[in-house]
């Protein structure tokens, strides 16, 4: 897949994920960058095979913050059921206990077979998600990545 595809292909994931949520706003990066489609954001990809950074496959990832959830557990087991619907394997699926304060998650993990990844996390304080898009091996994937890039 070329830079460009991956990157339309991971803006649509990261949209529909956040529409899992039933939240699509507010929603920044720990720069604070707010994500947006249509925001320009500019991605540097990495290697999928960290051992091997010279001949792996590279995919981008981004990471955003996004607004308290008002059930922690249903708003994460929400976006397991995706991960699920879409044949990833879930592992890592935490939660916290009824007496534990309100900024500890509720949590789970996804990858996909093409290298795909999901991280969520959700609190009665805010939530959390990192995606890192399907892996690839085309040769634009080297350079930044954007809307418009390479």
């Known amino acids: ?23 699509t706003d507010g929603w920044t990066s720990n720069t604070g960058q707010p994500w947006a489609p249509d925001a320009g954001i500019v991605m540097e990809p ?13 995919q981008i990832e981004f990471q955003v913050l996004g607004p308290a959830a008002g059930d922690p557990e249903a708003d994460r087991d929400a976006v397991v059921r995706y991960m699920e619907e879409r044949g990833m394997k879930v592992s890592g699926v935490f939660g916290g206990a009824p007496d534990s304060e309100a900024d500890v998650p509720w ?43 390479p």
């Not at 990495?46 to 590279?58: G, H, I, L």
Request: charged share 20%.
């Open 1 to 23: 897949m070329t830079a460009r595809a991956s990157y339309a292909a991971f803006v649509t994931q990261m949209d529909e994920i956040l529409a899992v949520t039933g939240v």
């Open 46 to 58: 990495w290697a999928c095979d960290p051992a091997n950074p010279e001949n792996s496959p590279r």
């Open 107 to 149: 949590t789970a993990y996804g990858k996909g077979e093409n290298g795909m990844e999901i991280a969520y996390a959700s609190s009665l304080m805010r939530r959390g998600l990192s995606l890192a898009g399907e892996c690839s091996s085309h040769p634009s994937m080297q350079d930044v990545v954007s809307r418009s890039e």
